[in-house]
């Protein structure tokens, strides 16, 4: 079971921390590589679960509840904005003691993985991105979503109501799918009234904000470590710009996991486990070789 743990993020917000296995001996420095986990917007670091059951043979697993998510504060007046979540994960490792990192970044949390490694290369030791567009995403994306909000059934009667909702019912889906309602049941808390989700729609309409106006490419492009773009075939990222995300690193390399949409990890776990595996192994053996990592 993942220990929380007590961490101090920009302005004083108080974030939650999840180690999730216990820092095994092992490796000349006596500890296992650390990978920081870095959910997507509404995610949890609970929703890295699985992958973190099989980081912990050789790795040093932590998730982290950004600002406004799980059971991390959610300030009222925020800020919710890129450099907030930013500074959040960097207080995280600094504070955790874990530089250098590998962040592993889902969505949002890819962005910040980028971003961070772009500002402190010093505490990154390497990235995957899994599913997020350094394009702008622009105006009549932030719409849609905010009609996709108000179309929520809240609250919704059961754990079971949020699955087959998020899975089958909602009209935002091209099809059916039992990893996206199990998703967003994991989001979900009981109330009084039935189930809402334990984050503010408007905040997170708020954090969305600050990235979907604008690209990305130039903070993409100062990332010097090891990168692996990675991207479900139905996903968001598409192909070519993955590729000229890859082109754009100068240390990237591509990935995709078939059968799988935005949500990689709860899609296709072991295709996903097949796809990020390798990389870091290879960081593994070049660590030991006490040498700079390559790009295949």
Known sequence: MARRIEVTGTDGVRLAAWEFADPPTGGADGTRAPVLLLHGLMGRASHWASTADWLAERHRPVGLDQRGHGDSEKPADGPYTRDAYVADAEAVIEQLGLAPVTLVGHSMGALTAW??????????????????????????????????????PLPFESPDAVRRWFGEEDPWTERPSASRGAFYAEV??????GWRPV?????????????????????????????LVLRGLDGELGRAEAQEMVRVLPRGQYAEVADAGHLVHFDQPDGWRAAVEPFLQQLAEDAQGDREPVAP
């Open 199 to 227: 984050f503010s729609r408007r905040q997170m309409l708020e954090s969305r904000a600050t990235w979907v106006f604008d690209a990305h490419w130039e903070e993409l492009a100062q990332v010097r470590c090891p990168t």
């Open 115 to 152: 971003q961070l490694a772009a500002k402190r290369p010093d505490l990154v030791r390497a990235l995957v991105i899994c599913d997020m567009r350094a394009s702008a995403l622009g105006a009549a994306s932030q719409r849609e979503w905010e009609d996709w909000f108000r179309s929520w």
């Open 188 to 193: 979900m808390a009981e109330g009084d009234d």
